[in-house]
């Protein structure tokens, strides 16, 4: 059984298009999160959600949303996507929210822009 | 706010040979300390993390890190690699009580192994 799954695995999209990426947790985790790895392998962590509460990093681009349908879901939409947007997405899942545990990621998504 | 800074960006060695990759972070208070690796292609996975307790940590396949909090260090050692641990390695933090804003990551260490 997979822990964090992503859906798709590979995405390729012309500038100015809508998508999104799909993550989901069986692992019964209530916090989730976005990270984004450029080019470089840089990872930086684009959104937390827990116990509804969405917790935004400042230098994401109001394009990018988060949607939690439930708490094992927590969907990115992207809007007008942009040539920058091109990057490897990855959803993770903790138990909580506190820092205090491990957190497991998916496979990621390679999203790139045309 | 926290940050990571992984001193090589570039490791390569031989089979056999010893491994140490330095991790320093900066935080003026308390923090959990993890190590992440990704294989070629993969997703992240934990190597090991410290919280609390002995500062020398053991982790998955041979790896151990120590935690010398006055050098603000959590360098990643093993002293045999292997082929199959060409991999790139990233220390993260998160600052306790600060789950949710989320794990601040170092830029990574691609480490080869040469056979």
């Known amino acids: 059984d997979t822990a964090v799954s992503q859906t798709p695995k590979y995405l390729v999209t012309q500038m100015g298009n809508d998508k999104s990426i799909k993550c989901e947790q069986n692992l019964g985790h209530d916090t989730m999160y976005w990270y984004k790895q450029d080019s470089k392998k840089f990872l930086k962590i684009m959104f937390s959600y827990n116990n509804k509460e969405l917790i935004i990093n400042e230098t994401v681009p109001n394009r990018f949303s988060p949607k939690s349908p439930d708490k094992a879901h927590l969907n990115l939409h992207i809007n007008s996507l942009e040539l920058g947007d091109s990057a490897v997405y990855f959803c993770?899942?903790?138990?909580?929210?506190?820092?205090?545990?491990?957190?497991?990621f998916g496979p990621g998504t390679r999203l790139t822009v045309l | 706010a926290q940050s990571v800074s992984q001193h090589n960006h570039h490791v390569i060695l031989s089979e056999a040979a010893s491994l140490e990759l330095g991790c320093n972070y900066s935080y003026g208070g308390t923090v959990n300390l993890f190590w992440y690796v990704q294989y070629p292609g993969q997703h992240l996975q934990l190597l090991l993390k410290?919280?609390?307790?002995?500062?020398l940590v053991k982790g998955i396949k041979g790896f151990e890190a120590e935690f010398i909090k006055s050098k603000f260090s959590f360098n990643l050692r093993k002293p045999s690699v292997q082929w199959s641990d060409t991999a790139e390695y990233f220390c993260?933090?998160?600052?306790?009580?600060?789950?949710?804003?989320?794990?601040?990551f170092g830029k990574g260490t691609h480490l080869i192994i040469q056979p």
């Open positions: 410290y919280f609390s307790g002995d500062p």
């Open positions: 993770a899942s903790s138990q909580d929210g506190t820092g205090h545990n491990e957190q497991f």
């Open positions: 993260a933090v998160i600052r306790r009580g600060g789950g949710a804003d989320g794990l601040t």
